[in-house]
T-cell receptor, first 116, second 109 residues
């Protein structure tokens, strides 16, 4: 079946540094990717939606200059957390789908970010 | 108010028990509905889609009431392996998924 690979699965970084998370679709063309964040004991919160070749659409309250999303190809989207702070520590998950719009959504295995 | 609201947890039940989860959603334009399961520190996995006619998959039964904007999940004969967080999810036109906060289930021997 379709697989979405997310890397790294775990990262620890120091405050002020930037972290890049990659999400790859391995056997289908991901026309749309969604990035979610999940804090402990809370649900997944949608951060942004990206369509290949277009600028990402960010949800209200998500800083686009802090969370840079690039979806330059049909198989790769990246989320860069810039100038990370301890409050950015969270579980980040990508999901991807192809066309048509109601195609199944496939999730990456998530990235646990810890900012010290 | 959250767009998708679920029963607060945790639910602690003995093996073999029947447990029901409820969920309400506020966006009447929501198009599709799902239950996902999430194990600790893992990504969510699709459990089942939910239809107005109701659907069953083994010990799991899901029901949608569009008029009341209400979704339910019933688990019969609970197993230890059913312990997880169950997420109620709605999909908007355009494919965006909105997750409820989840209900934690713990099945004890």
């Amino acid at each position: 079946g379709a697989v979405v690979s997310q890397h790294p699965s775990r990262v620890i970084c120091k405050s002020g540094t930037s972290v890049k998370i990659e999400c790859r679709s391995l056997d289908f063309q991901a026309t749309t990717m969604f990035w979610y964040r999940q804090f402990p004991k809370q649900s997944l919160m949608l951060m942004a939606t990206s369509n290949e070749g277009s600028k990402a659409t960010y949800e209200q309250g998500v800083e686009k200059d802090k969370f840079l999303i690039n979806h330059a190809s049909l198989t790769l989207s990246t989320l860069t957390v810039t100038s990370a702070h301890p409050e950015d520590s969270s579980f980040y998950i990508c999901s991807a789908r192809g066309t048509p719009v109601h195609s199944p959504l496939h999730f990456g295995n998530g990235t646990r970010l810890t900012v010290t | 108010r959250k767009e998708v609201e679920q029963d607060p947890g945790p639910f602690n039940v003995p093996e073999g028990a029947t447990v029901a989860f409820n969920c309400t959603y506020s966006n009447s334009a929501s198009q599709s509905f799902f239950w996902y399961r999430q194990d600790c520190r893992k990504e969510p996995k699709l459990l089942m889609s939910v239809y107005s006619s109701g659907n069953e998959d083994g010990r799991f039964t899901a029901q949608l009431n569009r008029a009341s904007q209400y979704i339910s999940l019933l688990i019969r004969d609970s197993k230890l392996s059913d312990s997880a967080t169950y997420l109620c999810v709605v999909r908007h036109q355009g494919g965006k998924l909105i997750f409820g906060q989840g209900t934690e289930l713990s099945v004890k021997p």
